[in-house]
């Protein structure tokens, strides 16, 4: 059970890491370039750019909250 405990531990702490927002703006930004790329509606080419663009703005938006505290 310890082992179990240990394992669940690493995996949370390197996926979470210090900032659960990160962690949440990359499955945001997955969330929202998968099924276009599922469905074909953009290019290769085209999802990078868009799944790039989401990030960032995540993490610009994660920066503004964590700088106005």
């Known amino acids: 059970m310890k082992f ?10 390197f ?6 927002k990160i962690a949440a703006a990359v499955v945001a930004a997955l969330a929202l370039t998968v099924p276009a790329m599922t469905a074909g509606v953009l290019s290769g080419t085209a ?12 993490f610009t938006v994660s920066m503004i909250v964590d700088v106005r505290r």
């Open 4 to 13: 179990l405990k240990g394992f669940a531990m690493f995996w949370y702490d």
């Open 15 to 20: 996926i979470i890491g210090d900032d659960w």
């Open 47 to 58: 999802l990078v750019i868009v799944s790039a663009v989401a990030l960032f703005v995540f």
